[in-house]
């Protein structure tokens, strides 16, 4: 830890791959880290694949960077449980940035199931945090669910759309208006972009009636590929957290989160025991019972825990 | 059950009612469901929304009425843990079989998380082949996690495109080439459906060597407004489950569906035991003490589980 903090990013690199397998290690990298934390600004971004998250990203970094702001990435990546391999699309946009010393770029994959990538999207935060990065982006290529656990681990959640979201299907439209702070319409050089932001807007009254906390997420338009209005989506985010500061907004949060956390931490330990559980002796014969129809699959797992 | 044996819709409605809220009766309802089923043949209708999965259901199903099959259709709706509301499109077009005796249709929502959703499922389908039903069509609008978890549940399962599809970019893609059985590039009549068709034959080429059980997914164009290709459609399933029957693979899926759900049902069980467990006694002290940061989220797991 003392390494990472002293700025050295293969330390930093391997202590990241550690959370991300989720082993023994993790738990001590990150108990190390829930004690060195809370200097951080944390950012989501989420939306449809597609929609430019990362052009966006980079653009944004480069503004934070022109600005002197210090700034981390963690790319999610919801990968498919049968490959297990990388799908995020358009990295290769971050390489303008991998010689800046003031910016830190990483994917993450999950651990194989969802409460995993949530947990370790909140750790891999916390560590970054703990090595003395002022500004999180946490981008993820995810969709549904995924995008509301990553929701769960940012300060400020942005939502990527594009000319055209307005009319669009989509099965999560009213999950993604509850999660964002801040909408972006990228790709705004496109036909219809006034249009969808004009449609958020309407959704916004909609939904929001005389809002909770006095925030009405604001509807940015950006062109990812040029950076046009970059600054006036960072400028919103930084609205946004004077907005949380100001309000006791931001400790509410964050409380939450750690809240939510606990309860996934005690699933997780729970759930790995349940694996044990079915791998250890007796699963064979519990098995042989539940696939020749004596037992239903209930009473088989009543029998796998039948000894707690 | 004996009731929605002989046929009674509403007992029927009311028993996927206690599955759907996962509750104390949906155990006793699985149990007696599960001595009975075996005569069933599940089919999982997946792909993005608004490719045109609903309407696609309902021609296939004026197809299989065509040919005398009975038929149930369960429309999986992941909603969005905030909202909790259904979020499915286009329902009215099942409408047109409301008053067919040999037709049940029923959407589901999720009990609150992706565990649950898959159980849910399972039961469901279980529940439907107990009562009779030689046919079960599971459509869902999810995307990622959710369809794999659809697939897990399916003997079959068919993965709905639209033209265009081959070029998109889509977080998921290469997940959705491994679970297909079945391809369907529906809404065929618009442009690009014949390159769209090449593009996947292309992949299955590329992903597919010699196939693990010599069953290579067919490709069927539909129009699932005019019920084109519907026919064709029906023919692939049915070509597929003839291959799963004579190569033992049908045996061999349901057995590794049957050893998955056992681990999903212990899941379950242990995620309300960690709900139940930090709801408990001691919460506010250590929600207290990790919220001042005097302990770190697994010192804190570590008390919820100390009584064990």
């Known amino acids: 830890m003392e390494a990472a903090r002293g700025g050295d990013r293969r330390v930093l690199a391997r202590l990241l791959s550690a959370i991300e397998r989720g082993d023994d290690q993790s738990r001590a990298i990150d108990q190390a880290a829930f004690g060195l934390v809370g200097q951080a600004y944390t950012v989501g971004i989420t939306g449809a694949p597609g929609a430019g998250k990362s052009t966006l990203t980079s653009a944004t970094v480069a503004t934070a960077r022109a600005l002197g702001e210090r700034i981390a990435v963690l790319a999610i990546d919801p990968s498919s449980p049968f490959s297990g391999g990388a799908l995020l699309g358009d990295r290769t946009r971050m390489n303008e940035h991998a010689l800046d010393d003031g910016v830190f770029i990483r994917s993450m994959a999950t651990r194989g199931h969802l409460g995993g990538l949530a947990l370790a999207t909140r750790e891999a935060g916390r560590l970054l945090d703990a090595v003395g990065f002022p500004w999180i982006l946490i981008e993820t290529v995810g969709v549904g669910q995924v995008e509301v656990e990553v929701a769960g681990a940012a300060d400020t959640t942005v939502v990527v759309v594009n000319p055209g979201w307005g009319d669009s299907v989509q099965a999560n439209k009213a999950g993604l208006m509850e999660i964002a702070d801040v909408f972006v319409v990228n ?7 006034a249009q969808t932001a004009h449609d958020i807007e309407g959704m916004l009254d909609l939904t929001r009636g005389v809002a909770d906390d006095g925030w009405r997420p604001p509807v940015v338009s950006t062109v990812g590929t040029t950076g046009a209005g970059t600054q006036e989506f960072w400028d919103a985010i930084v609205a946004h957290r004077c907005h949380l500061e100001s309000t006791g907004g ?14 996934l931490v005690v699933q997780h330990r729970l759930r790995a025991e349940a694996e044990a559980r079915v791998a250890a002796a007796d699963r064979e014969r519990i098995e042989h019972d539940l696939l020749h129809g004596r037992i239903d699959p209930w009473t088989a797992a009543d029998q796998v825990l039948g000894d707690r």
């Open 250 to 263: 931001l400790e509410q949060r964050r409380q939450d989160r750690l809240r939510d956390e606990l309860v």
């Open 187 to 193: 790709k705004a050089d496109r036909d219809g972009a």
